[in-house]
T-cell receptor, first 112, second 112 residues
Framework: EPEVTQTPSHQVTQMGQEVILRCVPI?????FYWYRQILGQKVEFLVS??????SEKSEIFDDQFSVERPDGSNFTLKIRSTKLEDSAMYFCASNSWGQGRYFGPGTRLTVL | DAKTTQPNSMESNEEEPVHLPCNHS???????IHWYRQLPSQGPEYVIHGLTSNVNNRMASLAIAEDRKSSTLILHRATLRDAAVYYC?????????????FGKGTKLSVKP
């Protein structure tokens, strides 16, 4: 069964450093998303992406965040200057129109 | 966004059916009802979705009230692997496919 994959599974970085989280959505999906989950809290929406542009973004997704689909398979989330409060699990997701959303296993980001 | 109300927690015995309720009295006529679950230390997992008619798939059944103000996710035979937090989420298929807002959900415990 097709699945969303994410790399790395765990990323440790120093405060102020840039990180790029990578995702490979399911191949025939057209809608892509990033979510995050701080330990013990709810899953939070960050951004949705369709047709090579951002469709929606939350208040969390400020100027420090950016997304890109650099080729036909990858979907990336970049955090330019990480803060301690960016430590969380980051989930990528994708879906085709009108269907359920499939989530990846997540990348655990630890900012020291 | 439509608000949902779910019990904080439920318990079930293994191999018995489980009925997980959700109230969504402010749902709009074009919102689909999605259910997701999150197993411990994993990403959210799509379970099922529907608009008006009851739906069945290999994981579960979804019973939607005639007035669409509530729905029930039915696990026909609970297994230990079904222990998770279950989320009922109204989704509007606008251009962005909706940003899928996760609430607190229902924590399902399954006893052997």
């Amino acid at each position: 069964e097709p699945e969303v994959t994410q790399t790395p599974s765990h990323q440790v970085t120093q405060m102020g450093q840039e990180v790029i989280l990578r995702c490979v959505p399911i191949s025939n999906h057209l809608y892509f998303y990033w979510y995050r989950q701080i330990l013990g809290q709810k899953v939070e929406f960050l951004v949705s992406f369709y047709n090579n542009e951002i469709s929606e973004k939350s208040e969390i997704f400020d100027d420090q965040f950016s997304v890109e689909r650099p080729d036909g398979s990858n979907f990336t989330l970049k955090i330019r200057s990480t803060k301690l409060e960016d430590s969380a699990m980051y989930f990528c997701a994708s879906n085709s129109w009108g269907q359920g959303r499939y989530f990846g296993p997540g990348t655990r980001l630890t900012v020291l | 966004d439509a608000k949902t109300t779910q019990p904080n927690s439920m318990e079930s015995n293994e191999e018995e059916p489980v009925h997980l309720p959700c109230n969504h009295s402010t749902i709009s006529g074009t919102d689909y009802i999605h259910w997701y679950r999150q197993l411990p230390s994993q990403g959210p997992e799509y379970v099922i979705h529907g608009l008006t008619s009851n739906v069945n798939n290999r994981m579960a059944s979804l019973a939607i009230a005639e007035d669409r103000k509530s729905s029930t996710l039915i696990l026909h035979r609970a297994t230990l692997r079904d222990a998770a937090v279950y989320y009922c989420i109204p989704v509007n298929y606008g251009g962005s496919q909706g940003n899928l807002i996760f609430g607190k959900g229902t924590k399902l415990s399954v006893k052997p």
